[in-house]
């Protein structure tokens, strides 16, 4: 299909339609669209089928598909694209356009291995099909709402101050009411592929933008306080006492969670409380490391932390964060009995995953 279209380009690079006609060739195709799309969701489902019916749909579906998608080309190149030519020729998705074969390449050993470190069927739930991109998708879907807070902060400084604290407060009771409902843990050390890591991890944490949205809009605070008031004045006593305040506090989310890890029982209600008070902690000493480096208060940590040698590991730190889960994934897919979670293999797990995917990001 893709050599037809290239010889009718050839003899007839533009298509001369009226606007009527247009229109009904451009409601035909979008609706077209929808068939390949759409229609296999009745065998996903669980429904029955005939071998004679799903040839002749497979095979319909192709050819609807590879007919629409060349139109759509034709009519773009005929200056008759309107609106949608307009956004798929937008610069922004240029580096992704130079990608496609590369990612065509990738992409099979993606479903190969995902599909073969599963331990069970796959639930073809639509809402299951992009769950293994959470990294992705939800960074995205927290950027869009960064945008509208943006947006509240340049019309009104004040209230967007307000609508960025309640942001964080509603996230964080969200938070707590399904690690309340779900009676999960406060710990986030999982043993194996079970039904609890699956519920765990596909809805508190794949497919909701509600886990880490405390900690990510407390970074937007975080940016209009620097915006404010850069330099943080203290006197050398209270300077002290802050680094000892945010040291210690670091131990909270680090250290308390060992006790479940090692097996002890737990409430529902202190897990759901704690879990999401180590996250609000920990945001608030990073926050506040960050503004105190910044201010020249780093002292010996800033020191440390801006030593040449971590330029290279600071640049990869987001193709790191893209790469990681599917270290994790295939780590917890692959084994064979339950993790012991002594801290002795807790930290040799961290340190493999760490190394490997700083080899990947690279």
């Known amino acids: 299909m893709g050599t037809l279209l290239g010889y009718a380009l050839y003899r007839k690079k533009s298509l001369n339609l009226s606007k009527s006609s247009l229109t009904i060739v451009w409601i035909a195709i979008l609706s077209a669209y929808c068939i390949p799309l759409w229609d296999k969701v009745y065998w996903n489902y669980g429904q029955s089928y005939t071998p004679v019916v799903s040839a002749l749909f497979y095979n319909?579906?192709?050819?609807?598909?590879?007919?629409?998608?060349?139109?759509?080309?034709?009519?773009?190149?005929?200056g008759k694209g309107g609106l949608i030519n307009t956004f798929l020729s937008h610069r922004t998705f240029v580096p992704m356009a130079r990608l496609t074969y590369s990612v065509y390449l990738c992409?099979?050993?993606?479903?190969?291995?995902?599909m073969g470190s599963r331990r069970h069927v796959m639930d073809t739930h639509m809402y299951n099909c992009a769950i293994h991109t959470w990294f992705i998708a939800l960074d995205f879907q927290y950027h869009i709402m960064t945008a509208a807070l943006i947006l509240v902060f340049l019309y009104n400084i004040k209230f967007g101050v307000i609508l960025n604290i309640a942001t964080i407060v509603?996230?964080?009771i969200i938070s707590t009411i399904l690690w309340y409902i779900y009676e999960l843990p406060p710990a986030l050390i999982n043993t194996g592929r079970t039904e609890y890591f699956e519920k765990y991890f596909s809805f508190t944490i794949h497919k909701i933008p509600v886990s880490y949205g405390a900690v990510y809009f407390m970074g937007t605070l975080l940016g209009y306080a620097l915006y404010r008031k850069k330099s943080l004045n203290l006197s050398k006593s209270s300077l002290t006492i802050v680094w000892i305040?945010?040291?210690s506090a670091y131990c909270i989310p680090l250290w308390?969670?060992?006790y479940w890890n090692y097996g002890q029982s737990y409430t529902p209600v202190i897990s759901a409380l704690f879990y999401n008070f180590c996250q609000i902690v920990w945001s608030v000493c990073t926050s506040l490391m960050i503004w105190l480096c910044i201010s020249g208060k780093g002292g010996l940590i800033n020191t440390f932390l801006s030593h040449r040698a971590f330029v290279p590991m600071?640049?990869?730190?987001?193709?790191?964060?893209?790469?990681?889960?599917?270290?994790?994934?295939y780590f917890m897919g692959s084994r064979r009995h339950v993790m012991d979670t002594h801290m002795y293999n807790v930290l040799i797990n961290f340190i493999h995953i760490t190394v490997m995917s700083y080899i990947m990001g690279f």
Do not use: G, N, P
């Open 60 to 78: 319909f579906c192709q050819i609807v598909w590879s007919v629409c998608t060349s139109l759509m080309i034709w009519l773009c190149i005929s």
């Open 245 to 247: 305040a945010i040291l």
């Open 256 to 258: 308390d969670k060992v």
């Open 170 to 172: 509603m996230f964080a």
């Open 314 to 329: 600071a640049r990869l730190t987001y193709s790191v964060y893209l790469c990681h889960a599917w270290l994790i994934w």
């Open 107 to 114: 992409h099979a050993w993606l479903i190969w291995y995902f």
